[in-house]
């Protein structure tokens, strides 16, 4: 391959003028031939400084790019030819026992590779998983549960002074009807989500605000009226009033019987029935002042009255909201099973 125009060409002190065609053909055989990346680039060169005092045609110069194309093209082939060696040319069996030797070093520094999980292990993983879920389900359920019946009972308990105050006839199954109706709307609402069962929600929650607010307020009233009902001062009063009523009515029945002496006698009416009248009016007047004063000193301040409310509306909507959760968490897990 030294014999090749091109590097004749090179190895001259004067330079000739070029064939091109034939620098071309032998540029192309000489690359075909090549078996070696630095021969490869040696061509090149060569063919550089073979051109580099001559003129260039456009035609030549498209011929230039062309061989060029076809030495890169021939260096990437050698390259992946280097790169993908045969093992018995690389290793011979001389040195088949230095390798042998030196292969522990080697492995020693690759990482180990990560175990593969067999199929029982990841059923088993998926299995203690299942477990904890459970578990942790069930510990949730509980804790609803007593939540949602400790506050029905509440709402119970603060709901049956209030239909007995309301005038209901059975206060207790009055109770337990609305607490029954609180407890269905949301059941319903968790499990169809539609626009209805909220709308039946809603109206469960304006009634138990309505009825709650007035039932307070009644209830505030028989309260009181029950504690001056039960007061000493108005007992005593009481029996007073009761006392001279009995003798106005036993002096009015002497002086309007015809068989009585006193009958219609103007005396007795002035000395007798007369004063008594008065001091049964006193007593009454006496009475009804006490009562008045009870009820205004009994009576609780509106802000009082108000945090009642409050009260109780708030453990409705806790039990309304806790048992609405009870039942979503209830449906997730059916349909996770």
Request: proline share 5%; aromatic share 8%; hydrophobic share 40%.
């Given at each position: 391959m030294?014999?090749s125009?091109?590097?004749?060409?090179?190895k001259?002190?004067s330079p000739?003028?070029l064939n091109f065609?034939?620098l071309?053909?032998?540029?192309?055989a000489?690359?075909?031939?090549?078996?070696?990346?630095a021969l490869?680039?040696r061509?090149?060169?060569?063919?550089?400084e073979?051109?580099?005092?001559?003129?260039?045609?456009?035609?030549e110069?498209?011929?230039?790019k062309?061989?060029?194309?076809?030495?890169?093209?021939?260096?990437?082939?050698?390259?992946?030819?280097?790169?993908?060696?045969?093992?018995?040319?690389i290793?011979?069996p001389?040195?088949l026992p230095k390798?042998q030797?030196?292969?522990?070093?080697?492995?020693a520094?690759?990482?180990r590779p990560?175990k593969?999980?067999?199929?029982?292990s990841?059923?088993?993983s998926?299995?203690?998983?299942?477990?904890?879920d459970?578990?942790?389900?069930?510990?949730?359920?509980?804790?609803l549960?007593?939540s949602t019946?400790f506050?029905?009972?509440?709402?119970?308990?603060?709901t049956?002074?209030?239909y007995?105050?309301?005038?209901?006839?059975?206060?207790?199954m009055?109770?337990?009807g609305?607490l029954?109706i609180?407890?269905?709307y949301?059941?319903?609402?968790?499990?169809?989500?539609?626009?209805f069962s909220?709308v039946l929600?809603?109206?469960a929650?304006?009634?138990?605000?309505?009825?709650v607010?007035?039932?307070?307020h009644e209830?505030?009233?028989?309260?009181?009226l029950?504690?001056v009902?039960?007061?000493p001062?108005?007992?005593?009063?009481?029996?007073?009033v009761?006392?001279a009523r009995l003798?106005?009515?036993?002096a009015?029945a002497?002086y309007?019987?015809?068989s009585q002496k006193v009958y219609q006698?103007?005396?007795f009416?002035?000395?007798?029935?007369?004063p008594?009248?008065d001091e049964?009016?006193?007593?009454?007047?006496?009475r009804?002042?006490?009562?008045?004063?009870l009820?205004?000193s009994?009576?609780a301040?509106w802000?009082?009255?108000?945090?009642?409310v409050?009260?109780?509306?708030?453990?409705?909507?806790?039990c309304?909201?806790l048992?609405?959760?009870?039942a979503?968490?209830?449906?997730?897990?059916a349909?996770k099973?």
């Amino acid at each position: 391959m030294n014999d090749s125009p091109l590097f004749s060409l090179v190895k001259e002190d004067s330079p000739k003028p070029l064939n091109f065609s034939e620098l071309e053909s032998s540029f192309f055989a000489d690359i075909a031939q090549a078996q070696d990346i630095a021969l490869v680039d040696r061509l090149i060169e060569s063919m550089n400084e073979t051109l580099k005092p001559h003129q260039l045609s456009e035609e030549e110069k498209a011929a230039v790019k062309k061989m060029r194309q076809r030495a890169y093209d021939r260096k990437r082939v050698l390259t992946k030819v280097t790169r993908v060696v045969p093992e018995e040319l690389i290793v011979s069996p001389v040195e088949l026992p230095k390798i042998q030797e030196e292969a522990p070093k080697v492995v020693a520094k690759v990482p180990r590779p990560k175990k593969a999980i067999s199929e029982p292990s990841i059923k088993e993983s998926a299995t203690d998983i299942v477990k904890v879920d459970k578990s942790s389900h069930i510990k949730e359920y509980l804790l609803l549960g007593v939540s949602t019946c400790f506050i029905a009972g509440l709402v119970l308990m603060q709901t049956i002074p209030l239909y007995k105050s309301s005038g209901f006839n059975d206060s207790v199954m009055s109770a337990i009807g609305a607490l029954v109706i609180m407890v269905s709307y949301p059941l319903y609402h968790a499990f169809s989500k539609s626009w209805f069962s909220l709308v039946l929600c809603i109206l469960a929650c304006g009634y138990e605000i309505a009825f709650v607010y007035s039932g307070t307020h009644e209830n505030e009233r028989t309260v009181i009226l029950e504690e001056v009902a039960n007061n000493p001062t108005l007992r005593w009063l009481d029996a007073k009033v009761e006392k001279a009523r009995l003798s106005y009515e036993e002096a009015k029945a002497r002086y309007e019987d015809p068989s009585q002496k006193v009958y219609q006698n103007g005396w007795f009416r002035k000395t007798a029935l007369d004063p008594r009248w008065d001091e049964l009016t006193k007593a009454q007047t006496e009475r009804l002042e006490a009562e008045r004063e009870l009820k205004d000193s009994s009576r609780a301040s509106w802000f009082t009255s108000y945090l009642k409310v409050i009260y109780r509306l708030g453990l409705v909507v806790m039990c309304m909201l806790l048992v609405h959760r009870l039942a979503v968490l209830y449906r997730q897990g059916a349909q996770k099973s």
